[in-house]
């Protein structure tokens, strides 16, 4: 029938306008990464690339065709990326695995297992006698990965750039003067240096070519994304997308020849975190060499023959990456009260969560909550006189002592009569820390203190825990462990004594429970001032820092939360391990400065037999 | 047949209007503050970088400023077509990351949709007709419109991809890949592109496949069947005629499932972990980023408008009553 047919026609004629109309092509989608194009634009057919391993090892050729990976030769990594890669400026903390690490580079790395300075860009650095002035050597014969050579002018400016308002940093509320002069660079001081603080910016600070910056060192900083930016370090941009980041292995590095150094992967893959799960099935599959995500039953799988390892081979199977504290709102009554917050800490065992919540990949913290990588400052003896040890019965005098009675319902009251039920707000889908806190209350409600596991959603716990602009921090009791593992327990004294108190809103990220201790933070910043090299005096304030710390609780140290790696050996080996290479394992921002680094040059590739 | 139209599109403009609405005001209704939780997420160590950070990008996002301006200031840069700067991507356009996304949910949504609503029909007509069809397509046919998208994607995922390693577990394409115009690339997308596709084809294939077996039994028993039948006509011919008036209520029901299925690939795509517009909305969420969850809502609602108005068309052109009604209308 004619116009049965036409009808049909007409249909397939509107789906066919529609489809075009919404959707284009949906053969090969051009997937743009966000804010500029690949330069990934289809090529002609291309072979599969063969480059000879011996070559990729040697770093001596680059990569021919470079659109798939061979596997043996590609370092598949993920936990650290948690949204697509949006950003590659080293000065923006958003910017994607690797940008400061592997692409660009910083002065000196920091070793904390052997709390040791390695000279990286800097081939050395010195004091003057009078410790006023510092003067850093800049290495020769390092360039650029567009060939022209890194100078002491480049150093200089990229310490000078901190200057730049937009980029909101306080190094030069104590430095004064960053000059080059020949091959060094000379930083002067505004009155006594803070030697801690500067210490940790010799090993943070990317060195960028002021060739290309000093164009882009305005206001405007921040937007400048540098995507495929020239760099100095092992590896350079390959391509990124929604879902990973890709680095191939720059041949030119300059460790290769200076520090007979090379890098064993030529691309570095990091895979953008969808959800644990998926993390866990990709290791084991062996879909995922180098795995940073918490993922629960590690140790169950680590004795499972999956081929799967961590740094310690048995409990605490982590390092720990950073401490977990019991954040107090101390401005809100029974919390205000020194009795009470002491009481608390003696009511609660880490113990607990160690073993029942994570299974020992954990371990309980110090009661000064120090990392073990700093337990040559921690007073021992005073730690032992001085510090909260769990004993439920113990917290129950305490308390009756500091004079919060004992309510028909097993709870205790304040002073005045009033019901005390503290909120702890832990934000939701931590499902480790859910489970914590709910161990947590268990162990506050044997010793008489009713706190209210809560998870609220995470942008609700920092509203709750920084405050507004037009309201105070109204939370009262959280988990926290903003502050990472670094060269000197002064950044978690910072953390947790800094004065004058940071305005409630979104930039609060020091002193959580609003301790207010003049003394507590002269001694810090007397900290401050010590050297880093001056341990003896660093030890004193220290003890100092820690008998108000143990006898006030401003904070209550819990766990030390682990820098999560787990590892597949099928395809590479001679990972870092308590044993034989002791490095750091984790790809996250701050720790390839910390020797991460050193992990992609000890790698091996498995050879099949 | 202009008026049925006009009609239809002033509906139409209205409806999105009223959905734009709703959708600038929904993300702002979420507790908490997007600009601290992207500082907070980045762990400076320095409070005034911190509070640097907060100041620019409450100036960026316009946050800053009173509900009622930034409600014109959404209308006005929508008339442009721009779609803002998301929060989540720090600054990039939503616009890029959308279109980004797009390919990917399109390659899944609209031969899922077509296939499984041209399968189904044909098979519940199929299944109208014999008895020993009826009697397995119907049974399965419940059981997969009655399951629920994820769990039909693990499912898939746990036995075909993890047990039986013959499709890829998660992703786009393979991360030993990049996109080019090579046999290789190509065979790779279509290998993640199954297991997506299929959670959400054989769900709805179910549905279809119930529905047109109902509604031909129903025309089978109508008058005008009934008649023909005593007319002598062959039964191929009254097969026919129950077909076509078969088809109208599924070509409504297409409609009305397309606003459903979204919400479908949407957690298929987090299963998956399938880069499309499902996958970005849900880090939005998870990020507080009203700009790309507005944008993304936005182009799903101007979607769903258009494949209805498309749907609108078609119908018009398949049912002859519709077009002499609106003839008569005319008149």
Redesign the interface.
Known sequence: MQLGKT?VV??LA??AI??SA??????????????ATTG?T?????T?ATTPAAAAVNGTLPPTD??????AE?L?TSGKQ???P??WNPF???MAMGVVGLQYETLFLYDPIKDAYTPWLASGGSWDSAKTTYTINVRQGVKWSDGTALTAADVAFSLNIYQN??????LFTIVDKVVASGNNVVVTFKGTPAYQEFS?ALY?DPIVPAAIWTAKNDANI??FLNQGGVGSGPYTYK?A????M?WVKNPTWWATAALSLTVKPTYV?D?VN??NN?AL??LL?G?LDLDNNYLPGIAQIVNGGYGVTTYFAAAPYMLGGNTAWLVPNTKKAPLNDPAFRRALAEAIDPNNVVVKDYGNIVAKADPTGLLPVWSKYIDTAQVTSLGATFDATKAKADLAAAGYKLGSDGFVTNKDGTAIKLNLEVPDGWSDWMEAETLIAKDAAAAGININPTH?????V??DR?G?ATAAPTFDLVINN?V?IGNTPW?YYDYIF?QPQ?AA??????NYEQYDNAAAWALVQQLDKTPVEDTATMKTICSQLQKIQLTDEPIIPLWYNGEWSQVNNSVWTNWPSSTTNQVQPATW?GYWQMGAIYMLTNLKPVTKS | MRRYFGRKLFTYLITFFVAATIDWLIPRF?????????????????????????E?YTQLFGLDKPMPVQYLNFWTSLLHGNLGL?I??????VI??I??????T??LL?PAI?LSWWAGNSFGALAARRKWLDNTVLPVGYILTATPYMWLALVLSFLLA?SF?MFP????YG????????????TD?VAHWVLPFLSLFLVMFGGWAIGMRNMIIYELESDYSRYLASLGAPQSLIRKYAFRNAMLPQITGLALQLGVIVAGSLVTE?VF?Y?GLG??VF?AI???DYFLLQGIFLFIII?VL??NF?VD??YV??DPRVRVAMRGGTA
């Open positions: 009808r007409a249909l509107v789906v529609a489809a919404c959707g284009g092509s949906t053969a090969t989608p051009t997937v743009a990464a966000p804010g990934a289809p090529a002609p057919v291309a599969p470079t659109t798939v990976y061979p596997r590609t598949y948690w949204g697509a949006s950003t923006d903390s958003n308002a937009a980029l909101g940093s306080n940790s943070n921040l937007k391509t997308a929604q879902d990973r890709v893959v895979i969808s959800s998926a099935g990709e599959s879909g609220p959603a995470y942008a609700t920092v509203n920084n507004t903003d990472q950044v800094r940071i809103g979104a930039a609060r990220n020091r921002n | 979420m507790p908490g503050d997007p600009i601290a939780v992207l500082v907070t997420k980045t762990n400076i160590l320095s409070p005034t970088q911190a509070q640097r950070m907060v620019y998301s989540y991507g720090n600054g990039t356009p890029d990351m279109m980004a996304a797009v390919p990917y399109l390659a609209v077509l993890f390693r577990l998660s992703g786009g991360f030993n890949l990049e996109p080019t115009l090579t046999w290789l690339f190509f997308l987090i972990a880069p996958h970005l880090a998870q990020n507080q979607g258009l494949a498309i068309i078609v052109l398949v």
